[in-house]
């Protein structure tokens, strides 16, 4: 389940990276090629997870599936999976596999780096919170 967000991670390290230009390169790996395929790896893998997440929902109390942060949790990681791929078409419609994704795609990389961090406080949240809570009571 944690594959997706280590592939759009590393993919948009990798491109801010390239994009600032303060990179030298890995010997025979080009970076460009790379985030790209990280990207769309996480975009790829996200479905078999958001699935593993729905069983893993119908499984938690009713009062858990009830609450603010389960809800938060799946729009902001529906969230960060659309700006990705929003992201990986941008790049495939930009040229070719290899080529440096543009300032824009970068920002969308961004942005969903950010739905990230936010939808994992929120499965924090559920975990130690609610769920500890749920099992007390």
Do not use: K
Not at 49 to 76: F, K, S, T
């Amino acid at each position: 389940m944690h594959f997706p967000i280590a592939c759009w991670a590393l993919g948009t390290v990798i491109d801010l990276i390239v994009w600032t230009g303060t990179t030298r390169g890995l010997p025979g790996i080009e970076s460009a090629a790379l985030s790209h395929l990280l990207i769309w790896g996480g975009i790829v893998f996200a479905v078999p997870a958001v699935v593993a997440g729905l069983v893993d929902y119908l499984a938690l109390p009713r009062i858990v599936q009830e609450g603010a942060a389960i809800n938060r949790h799946m729009i902001w990681m529906g969230s960060a999976w659309g700006l990705f791929l929003v992201a990986g078409v941008a790049r495939v419609q930009a040229g070719p596999f290899d080529a440096t994704a543009t300032w824009w795609v970068v920002l969308i990389e961004l942005a969903g780096f950010a739905c990230l961090i936010l939808g994992g406080r929120a499965a924090a949240t559920v975990v130690f919170d609610q769920m500890m809570g749920s099992r007390d009571g």
